[in-house]
Structures are given as C-alpha cells and as structure tokens.
C-alpha cells in the first residue's frame, strides 16, 4: 500500500490520517512522544505493512514482477494498488478524489510543526507533481516510479514496470479488488483494538 491507500484506510479521523501518513519517519517507540490518535495512525502503518507484506494475493502480485525487479517488486506493487484504488475512486467514496486529495494537503500544511523532517522534505514535490491525485493515470504512476527509481541505491527502472501493468492490468485490478477487501476488514479491526490498547 501507498500513500493513497494508507491515507484512506485509516478512516475519517485527521489525526489518525496524519499519524498513519508520517509512520515511516517515526522509528521504534517515538510515537510514544505523539497524540493518542496520531499514535493509532503509526502504529495502524505499521499493521497494514505487515499485512499487505504477509498477504498470499500481493505475493501473487509481485511475482509477476519479481524476474525483473527483485526487491523492488513490493514497492511497484504498492503504486500499482494505489492506481487501482485512485481509478477506481467512486466505489471507495462519495466525494471526489480531487476534493479528498486537496483536503489532505490542507491537513499537512494546518500540521506542519508536527511533521517529521524526512517528511516535510516530501511535501514540496508531492504538491508541486500532485501525488496523489496522479495515482489515478497511468502515466502518472509511470512518472512516480521515475522518480523513484531516482532515489534508490542500486540504478533500476521502476518505471519500465507499465510493461508488466499492461500485460497484467486485468489480473492486477482483480488481485487489488480481492486484497483491498480484506485489508479494509482488518484496518477496521486493527483501529478498534487500538483504541483500546492506547487507553491503557
């Protein structure tokens, strides 16, 4: 799961929304210096990665990339799912992508002084080329796996990854449509057992 999906999966919640957005700045027990809800959206992070890593349809995904991309199959993977979850917006919500999208960044910029520096250097460039909102094209998620592919240790094409989306787009919308089902359960679960735990 990407950006959009991790966004959406932690419900109407803003704080829960922002924690679940800066969890891979936050390391170890840090969140324990944050809100209780923004701690609920870290550590909801955290469950959906081990999830979604775990989950026998994602494997089945990124098999069909692993040839080519090794490691880096699970990241393409995470982009693809958030095409699906973009393109196919109005099964998911009632109000337009454009308008959540837009809200979202309203949150980060209203909550900037809680942002992590490693996140706060993300904001200008996913305003300036409208991540999350280019999730929807595929010449959008063609463009963040470019520049992915950018920031990577060892030189790898993400990007010539549309290959295998067009091969396997009908295969990896149904393998999304599977998965997202269920990792929507679990998040409800996980969200619940949460507020429970950290009232302790």
Not at 113 to 118: G, N, Y
Not at 120 to 134: A, D, G, K, V
């Amino acid at each position: 799961m990407n950006f959009l999906a991790h966004i959406y999966l932690s419900g109407n919640d803003e704080m829960v929304q922002i924690g679940n957005f800066i969890a891979d700045g936050i390391k170890g027990k840090r969140y324990e210096t944050y809100p209780r809800n923004i701690q609920k959206g870290i550590l909801l992070h955290r469950s959906i990665d081990t999830f979604t890593d775990s989950h026998p349809i994602v494997k089945l995904s990124t098999r069909k990339l692993h040839a080519r991309f090794s490691h880096y199959s699970s990241v393409i993977i995470d982009v693809f799912y958030d095409h699906f979850l973009a393109k196919n917006w109005t099964e998911y919500s009632q109000e337009p992508l454009a308008d959540y999208v837009e809200r979202f960044y309203q949150l980060l910029h209203t909550h900037y002084d809680i942002l992590p520096l490693r996140i706060r250097h993300m904001i200008p460039p996913m305003l300036r080329e409208n991540w999350l909102l280019s999730y929807a094209s595929k010449e959008g998620i063609e463009h963040i796996l470019f520049q992915m592919s950018k920031r990577v240790k060892h030189p790898i094409h993400m990007d010539w990854a549309m290959e295998e989306l067009t091969q396997y787009y009908s295969d990896f919308q149904n393998e999304f449509n599977l998965f997202f089902s269920e990792i929507q359960l679990h998040c409800q679960e996980r969200l619940m057992a949460l507020e429970m735990e950290l009232k302790k």
